[in-house]
């Protein structure tokens, strides 16, 4: 498995917003290589076993609905450390907690729309770039 990968998407919000270029050009501006693109809709059964982890999460069928509500852009992206990297770049979770320069703090709305994903670990962004792309992460 490559340590050097990690996987994202940008979710429905940032997408109805006409933010892809700009989340993307974040992202080649933090050193990241664009390793494989797409942009799908997922269906509230495809959102909920993406986000099985998070089952027992109050917020588990607001989330699905969300993240069903409308097209998103799945990536694997490449760079030495990506996973930490990636989640430096994007920040805090809710993003009123999120660092300047990150992009959550420039894009995300709430803690729900905040805007991007990013995997957690090496193992995950295995899993979640699979889901997608049935490829090599
Ligand atoms: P992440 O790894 O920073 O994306 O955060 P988590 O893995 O903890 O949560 C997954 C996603 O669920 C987040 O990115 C949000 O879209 C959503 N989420 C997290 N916490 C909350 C919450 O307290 N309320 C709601 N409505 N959504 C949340
Ligand atoms: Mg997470």
Same mark, same amino acid.
């Given at each position: 498995?490559?340590? %050097?990968?990690? *996987?994202?998407? !940008? $979710?429905? /919000? #940032?997408?109805?917003?006409? =933010? &892809?270029?700009? @989340?993307?050009?974040? !992202? ?21 076993? *993406?986000?099985?982890? =998070? ?5 588990? %069928? ?13 990536? @694997?992206?490449?760079? /030495?450390? #990506? ?6 770049? &994007?920040?805090?979770? %809710?993003? #009123? ?5 990150? !992009? ?6 709430? &803690? ?9 670990? /090496? ?9 997608? *792309? $049935?490829?090599? &992460?």
């Amino acid at each position: 498995m490559a340590t %050097n990968r990690t *996987f994202t998407m !940008i $979710k429905p /919000d #940032a997408v109805a917003d006409n =933010h &892809i270029g700009g @989340i993307l050009s974040m !992202i080649e501006q933090g050193g990241f290589r664009i390793v494989e693109l797409q942009k799908v809709t997922l269906t509230p059964e495809r959102a909920g076993e *993406f986000y099985a982890v =998070h089952k027992e999460r109050p917020f588990y %069928n607001d989330l699905v609905k969300y993240m069903s509500s409308g097209p998103i852009v799945a990536a @694997i992206l490449e760079k /030495d450390n #990506a996973v930490a990297d990636f989640r430096t770049l &994007i920040g805090a979770t %809710n993003p #009123a907690n999120a660092e300047e320069g990150t !992009i959550r703090k420039k894009y995300a709305k709430s &803690i729900e729309a905040n805007a991007v994903h990013g995997s957690d670990s /090496d193992e995950n962004a295995q899993i979640e770039g699979e889901f997608y *792309f $049935k490829s090599q &992460i």
